[in-house]
């Protein structure tokens, strides 16, 4: 499916992977992409695209990517005229901490936040999976108005999400709450993209390794130059342009169906 002319929204686009996404789908011609984020920062991202460009190519939307009417909010004004097509739910949280936690002092265990596990699973599996369920509605809604009925091979792809998983999916000490929600957007994926095919969309998930942004700066100091870094054939932290870079590839190949692992080789972390 190609990029070019298509309308496209990003979550979690003020930083690190999302705004790299974000400007690489404009740098491959997309005709508008709503950048999203929970911070103020995202107007200041898209000023800066669209100074960039020359053209306000990029549009602002400060919200909770967990709020289901901002979501819709965001697709209804990004689709008046037509559909959003492309979808890349980059927005995430860490809550890392324990399972299960011996207080030394008491002699009690102590076992995760509840809260925190509920908050980690709405952002990083509900909020991505609901993304790309919005954006598959609007397309079928758009092809029942339209008669165009089911999609067939002959037309080009009607639309595409890719959604960023982690290498976390595969188990890490201390994200047992991170690890679930990732994990659950294998299973979720695959199943949007077999009932998406109706209407020519896939939904493909991209598992990225260390990559060098806000969420893996809140590493402890020094973990990963000290222990994390050797474990990584590569030798280094990717950057959010490469990760960019293969959702593009992603987008616009129709036989990758994902999951891809972007990690520069780590091996599965015990």
Known sequence: MLIRDKIAVVTGAASGIGNAVAQRLIAAGAKQVGIVDLTDAVHGAADQINKAQGKQVARAFQGDVTDSDFRAQVFQTLGEDSPVQLCVPAAGILRDAMAVKLNKSTGEAELYDQDLFRQVLEVNLMHPVYWTMQMIAGIAEYRAKTGAGK?????????????????????????????????????AAKTLNVEGSFYGIQTKVIHPGFVQTPMVEQLPDGLFEEHLRKLVPIDRLIQPEEIANTVAAMIENPIISGPVWADGGLPPMT
Not at 154 to 180: A, L, P
Request: cysteine-free.
């Open 151 to 187: 999609w067939s091979a002959e037309e080009d792809f009607q639309g595409s999400s890719v959604i960023i998983g982690s290498v976390s999916s595969r188990g890490n000490r201390g994200q047992v709450s991170y690890s679930s929600a990732k994990s659950g957007l294998n299973a």
